[in-house]
């Protein structure tokens, strides 16, 4: 069983920044995907970003995330981390750390629902 502490979440203006980070509680397979997944009561859940190994280590970011999140781990303690900028109202949600095999979440590890194990989530609001 593998938990999931997520950390760094908070209130930021329009165009701040905030570093979010994830450690697990024990080591997870390389055949596993990790991924920030956001939801906003009432509406479905959303992968912002994951990261997942075939050969190299790859990324995927969410229509939303591109060319202002970037996802990355450290290679010795697996902590995962996801540096947002340019934050918008529209990021306002509670972000999740996920992980999962990635013969359930699709070649991008994009499917937000098929999570194998999910962190308790950590607020993130953007104010205008």
């Known amino acids: 069983q593998v938990q999931l502490t997520e950390s760094g979440g908070g209130s930021v203006k329009t165009g701040g920044s905030l570093r979010l980070s994830c450690v697990p509680s024990?080591?997870?397979?390389?055949?596993?995907?990790k991924a920030w997944v956001r939801q906003v009561p009432g509406k479905a859940r959303e992968v912002v970003a994951s990261i997942f190994h075939t050969g190299g280590l790859n990324t995927h970011y969410g229509a939303a995330a591109k060319g202002r999140f970037s996802i990355s781990q450290d290679t010795l303690d697996s902590t995962l981390y996801l540096q947002m900028n340019s934050l918008e109202p529209d990021d306002t949600a509670m972000y999740f750390c996920?992980?999962?095999?990635?013969?359930?979440?699709?070649?991008?590890?994009?499917?937000?629902?098929?999570?194998?194990?999910w962190g308790q989530g950590t607020q993130v609001t953007v104010s205008s």
């Open positions: 996920a992980a999962g095999p990635r013969s359930d979440l699709g070649d991008l590890c994009n499917r937000p629902d098929d999570f194998a194990y």
């Open positions: 024990t080591y997870i397979e390389r055949t596993y995907c």
